[in-house]
């Protein structure tokens, strides 16, 4: 019998190496720490092995960056050729400007959205073919990036539509990265956070992989969004609320959901709880 696999995204440090931790002991079966860095990455699988009884030889490092589609594709064909199959994908890469960093907002929102959502679709386009039945996603979104941010009700209205694409998140992003390459972006109805709009992106693109995965709902291919919460990490600059582990709670309970369950399915999920995100 083919072992169950893991890949969790962003691992080296922070939420996502709390969320691999968490895994090793709720998930039987070979979890893919992967990061940009190899060296950080394969320092990070060595400190698991040597903190979490657990954590032994299930999990393994593969390097990915999401910014590099061929980094991406190595890990893909890695993932078919040794497991022919993905049980469990956590998106939980991504990257934020400090809230005094002087580079101009235009390139912050394509920066940003660079990692946060095109990186993130792009390891799912690779990935999803490679799903089995039962498998779990979850893309780990954010708290700032409601839905009610945009004042555009059009705007609003294109990302929840019922026929919405991820081609359509994908134009509407592309506008809002120029248009705050103008410094019109508010004005046109767009939030003023680089992050919060891509993360705005990526909760409206989960609900519409949902949408797909349900027209063959024998398969029982689940995606939700969460916020982890406000978490001491070096992208909060260390000035969360809560710890790594209480930031991997939420994220480990979706990618872990049992087979055939009703709720949550393409939802938007804090504290384990459905949270309504459209307005």
Same mark, same amino acid.
């Given at each position: 019998?083919?072992?169950k696999?893991?890949?969790?995204?962003?691992?080296?440090?922070?939420?996502? #190496?709390?969320?691999?931790?968490k895994?090793?002991?709720?998930?039987?079966g070979?979890? #893919?720490?992967? $990061?940009?860095?190899?060296?950080?990455?394969?320092?990070a699988?060595?400190?698991?092995?040597?903190?979490?009884?657990?954590?032994g030889? =299930?999990?393994?490092?593969?390097?990915?960056?999401?910014?590099?589609?061929?980094? +991406?594709?190595r890990?893909?064909?890695?993932?078919?050729?040794?497991?022919?199959g993905?049980? *469990?994908? *956590?998106?939980?890469?991504?990257?934020?400007?400090?809230?005094?960093?002087?580079?101009?907002?235009?390139?912050?929102?394509?920066i940003?959205?660079?990692?946060?959502?095109?990186?993130?679709?792009n390891?799912?386009n690779?990935?999803f073919?490679?799903?089995?039945?039962?498998?779990?996603?979850?893309?780990?979104t954010?708290?700032?990036?409601?839905?009610?941010?945009? =004042?555009s009700?059009?705007?609003?209205?294109?990302?929840t539509?019922?026929t919405?694409?991820?081609?359509?998140?994908?134009? %509407?992003?592309?506008?809002?990265?120029?248009?705050?390459?103008?410094?019109?972006?508010?004005?046109n109805? #767009?939030?003023?956070?680089? @992050?919060g709009?891509?993360k +705005?992106?990526?909760?409206?693109?989960?609900? *519409?992989?949902?949408?797909?995965?349900?027209? =063959?709902p024998?398969?029982?291919?689940?995606?939700n969004?969460?916020?982890?919460? @406000?978490?001491?990490?070096?992208?909060?600059?260390?000035?969360g609320?809560?710890?790594?582990?209480?930031? $991997?709670?939420?994220?480990? #309970?979706?990618?872990?959901?049992?087979?055939? %369950?009703?709720?949550?399915?393409?939802?938007?999920? $804090?504290?384990? =709880? %459905?949270?309504?995100?459209k307005?």
């Amino acid at each position: 019998m083919a072992h169950k696999i893991a890949v969790v995204t962003g691992a080296n440090k922070g939420i996502g #190496y709390a969320i691999v931790n968490k895994l090793c002991s709720v998930f039987d079966g070979i979890i #893919y720490l992967t $990061a940009r860095n190899e060296e950080l990455g394969l320092q990070a699988v060595r400190q698991l092995r040597e903190t979490n009884k657990d954590a032994g030889e =299930k999990i393994q490092f593969h390097q990915l960056d999401i910014t590099n589609v061929e980094s +991406i594709h190595r890990l893909a064909e890695h993932i078919k050729k040794n497991h022919d199959g993905l049980d *469990i994908l *956590i998106n939980n890469a991504g990257m934020a400007f400090k809230v005094n960093d002087t580079t101009p907002f235009g390139d912050q929102a394509e920066i940003t959205a660079q990692t946060n959502f095109f990186g993130t679709i792009n390891v799912c386009n690779a990935l999803f073919p490679l799903l089995r039945d039962h498998a779990r996603v979850v893309n780990v979104t954010s708290r700032a990036g409601m839905l009610e941010s945009v =004042k555009s009700v059009e705007i609003r209205q294109n990302l929840t539509s019922p026929t919405a694409t991820i081609e359509h998140v994908s134009d %509407i992003l592309s506008d809002f990265i120029r248009k705050a390459k103008q410094n019109s972006h508010q004005e046109n109805g #767009y939030p003023n956070s680089a @992050y919060g709009m891509s993360k +705005i992106a990526l909760t409206a693109a989960t609900f *519409i992989q949902q949408r797909l995965f349900d027209q =063959k709902p024998e398969r029982d291919i689940v995606v939700n969004a969460c916020c982890p919460g @406000y978490i001491k990490t070096d992208m909060s600059s260390n000035k969360g609320m809560g710890s790594p582990d209480q930031g $991997a709670d939420t994220p480990v #309970y979706l990618a872990t959901l049992e087979s055939n %369950i009703k709720s949550p399915r393409g939802e938007f999920v $804090a504290e384990r =709880k %459905i949270l309504k995100w459209k307005c």
